[in-house]
């Protein structure tokens, strides 16, 4: 992967939101953002991780805000994007990178209620923030949405036992060039982003599941990845992402693989 540094001035003043900012590539996406120019605010369950991002921006010499919020609330996610506009004001750039790779297992014996609930995080959360942050970037004339898929997406049969994930990253990528068709040529642009393998907390956990249980050849594949060193830094990611989200592209599925 060969990647161009991103301007300190591409997004100068911009206002940029990260779901699924606290760690990984979310937090990787909100500092290269941050060294863009932006005012970032970063929005993950988790309160502590937030806050780390936060301050990593602070001692960049960024601005941050922690926004400690479950993208499926709306409750949450109202009270979140009320303290963005009184600091900030309306997003301009949103990067919907919040996701779970659960439940792995049989199809058959996983829990339809489960099933759901990923497909709600994963899909229904990202088209409910998008719809909501969009009539503004609409009036504005401006905006970039930016929607974190995997390349599971291309290839659905590629891991087995993951049916709710494959199911949620392909419907992720048909929402997303429906978007863009629908709003193209308002100055919004909308794309997807896939990764690629990132040594990331969720290849983590994948590698710690029991491969009786998620299968034994997607347990070796993530654990021998992993142990050959064939992973992306979030990093190394993240930059991809920077490299391309500048220019008026949409419709686009943008892969940190190619060469940008």
């Known amino acids: 992967m060969t990647s161009k540094p991103t301007s300190s001035a591409a997004f100068g003043g911009r206002v940029a939101l990260v779901t699924g900012g606290g760690r990984g590539i979310g937090q990787a996406i909100a500092l290269e953002l941050a060294s863009a120019g932006a005012r970032v605010a970063v929005l993950a369950r988790s309160a502590d991780e937030v806050k780390q991002t936060a301050k990593l921006v602070s001692e960049r010499g960024g601005d941050a805000l922690a926004l400690p919020a479950d993208v499926t609330l709306a409750?949450?996610?109202?009270?979140?994007?009320?303290?963005?506009?009184?600091?900030?004001?309306?997003?301009?750039?949103?990067?919907?990178?919040?996701?779970?790779?659960?439940?792995?297992?049989?199809?058959?014996?996983?829990?339809?209620?489960?099933?759901?609930?990923?497909?709600?995080?994963?899909?229904?959360?990202?088209?409910?923030?998008?719809?909501?942050?969009?009539?503004?970037?609409?009036?504005?004339?401006?905006?970039r949405i930016v929607n974190v898929s995997s390349g599971i997406a291309a290839h659905p049969a590629g891991m087995l036992r993951a049916n709710a994930y494959a199911t949620s990253k392909a419907a992720l990528e048909a929402h997303t060039l429906n978007l863009a068709a629908e709003v193209a040529d308002?100055?919004?642009?909308?794309?997807?982003?896939?990764?690629?393998?990132?040594?990331?907390?969720?290849?983590?956990?994948?590698?710690?599941?029991?491969?009786?249980?998620?299968?034994?050849?997607?347990?070796?594949?993530?654990?021998?990845?992993?142990?050959?060193?064939?992973l992306l830094t979030p990093h190394q990611s993240a930059t991809s992402l920077l490299s391309r989200l500048p220019t008026a592209a949409t419709g686009q599925i943008w892969d940190a693989a190619d060469p940008t």
């Open 75 to 143: 409750d949450q996610v109202a009270v979140a994007l009320n303290e963005i506009n009184e600091r900030f004001g309306p997003v301009e750039i949103l990067v919907n990178n919040a996701a779970v790779v659960w439940p792995l297992g049989p199809s058959i014996t996983l829990d339809p209620d489960q099933w759901a609930s990923a497909i709600d995080v994963n899909v229904a959360a990202v088209a409910r923030l998008s719809f909501t942050l969009l009539p503004a970037m609409l009036e504005h004339g401006w905006g």
């Open 186 to 230: 308002t100055g919004v642009t909308v794309n997807v982003f896939r990764p690629g393998g990132v040594d990331t907390a969720m290849q983590a956990w994948i590698r710690q599941q029991d491969p009786e249980q998620i299968g034994t050849d997607l347990h070796e594949r993530f654990t021998r990845n992993y142990e050959e060193g064939a």
